[in-house]
């Protein structure tokens, strides 16, 4: 079980629903975050069976509300709870994972409250939840044609309750410049550079500095970019700038470990060291920070660490191997890549072994996600053991 609070919750979310194999099902109360929406649509692009169950009231479903009949005619089902009991906050991914906790999907949880989640990775559990969810639509058809609530339809005492959280949520969406386009953008940009673009990408992310010039996750993107176009100096810098605006470990992490990066490569191997040290500090879990440390702990000699952090990457990579629930896609691939690497430095035979599992890991991911950088690396380990 793993816990996510407030600024976390939407990012947790979203990795879960674009993690989903099979079917995603969902009941909340309320449902007006654009960005989750556009996670779901995505998922019914994928072939993807979504099952949603939301209050039909004027918050939900007025003039300006999410598109409703375009999810519809999607392909993805939806239930009108027209008696206004809802108060479930619960999704289903796959009938494996539960995420459930006080989260409305909305802007204004998003942005302005104070919530908590819980992803449940159990099947007894999910089993539970999927019960109820039929429990709750028993009786009940699929909407095939939205209509929507107008202001008028609604209770003056319904209509001053959500006016003030509606206005806040319009005016955001208003008056910041659109985050979903943001996010598209920025999406797009990481396509762009995972298929080696870097030109294109960089120009997007460009685009999106202008209007969000604090954003690290951009910062650390074009970082990514500079490095693979070999100026280290601004690859460095970027990953600078990326470090002092980051708001959570994550992005820290990223932005230490291209910094690391920078410098393993004009042979400053000591301050990669360092970098990468810190990088383990924050995410310890992170097996390509634990391999990027060992190969500077390599060039430098230092035979005594190597051998320590060799042992690391293969209890940190063999473990999220191990796990197979709660991790993605890319996730494992990461952890296969980790491995097939040290165990190459080892036994060429079984870094060979290891490679071809990763290959494999690679392929399961959806075009829009592989990064060919990663299968660069694959095929690198693959060319070097004949």
Not at 3 to 12: H, K, N, P, V, W
Not at 61 to 68: F, G, P, Q, R, S
Not at 231 to 241: C, E, G, I, S, W
Not at 250 to 278: C, D, H, P, T, W
Request: hydrophobic letters at 35%; one cysteine or more.
């Amino acid at each position: 079980m793993k816990s996510y609070f407030s600024r976390e919750i939407r990012s947790a979310l979203n990795l879960g629903i674009s993690e989903a194999k099979q079917s995603v099902t969902i009941a909340v109360a309320w449902f007006t975050d654009k960005i989750l929406f556009e996670s779901v649509l995505r998922c019914l692009q994928r072939g993807i069976k979504v099952k949603l169950y939301i209050r039909n009231d004027y918050r939900n479903n007025h003039e300006k509300a999410i598109d409703w009949q375009k999810y519809i005619d999607s392909g993805g089902i939806l239930y009108f709870d027209n008696l206004q009991k809802l108060h479930h906050k619960f999704c289903i991914i796959d009938k494996a994972t539960v995420f459930i906790g006080s989260y409305n999907w909305t802007l204004f949880a998003h942005f302005y409250s104070f919530e908590s989640i819980v992803r449940i990775d159990d099947e007894n559990v999910s089993d539970q939840f999927c019960a109820e969810f039929d429990n709750l639509i028993l009786g009940l058809t699929p909407v095939e044609n939205n209509i929507r609530i107008s202001e008028s339809e609604t209770s003056n005492q319904e209509s001053i309750i959500w006016k003030t959280e509606m206005h806040k949520e319009i005016d955001f969406e208003e008056n910041k410049a659109s985050e979903i386009d943001l996010e598209r953008l920025l999406t797009e940009a990481v396509h762009q550079y995972n298929q080696k673009n870097y030109d294109e990408a960089e120009k997007l992310l460009n685009e999106i500095n202008l209007i969000r010039p604090d954003e690290s996750r951009v910062y650390n993107e074009l970082s990514s970019i500079f490095w693979r176009k070999e100026n280290y100096l601004k690859q460095f810098n970027l990953a600078k700038v990326a470090f002092d605006l980051a708001k959570d470990d994550i992005q820290k992490a990223r932005a230490l470990n291209s910094m690391g990066l920078s410098q393993y490569e004009i042979k400053n191997y000591s301050q990669a060291v360092n970098l990468f040290k810190q990088v383990v500090y924050l995410l310890p879990d992170d097996s390509v920070a634990l391999w990027n440390k060992y190969s500077a702990e390599y060039e430098l000699g230092h035979h005594r660490e190597c051998d320590s952090t060799a042992l690391e990457v293969r209890r940190v990579a063999n473990n999220t191997i191990k796990k197979l629930k709660g991790i993605s896609c890319m996730e494992l691939l990461k952890a296969r890549i980790s491995f097939a690497h040290i165990s190459y430095s080892v036994d060429k035979v079984d870094g060979r072994k290891r490679a071809l599992l990763a290959k494999e890991v690679f392929y399961q991911l959806p075009e829009e996600e592989r990064d060919y950088h990663d299968l660069d690396d694959i095929e690198e380990l693959l060319k070097t053991n004949p």
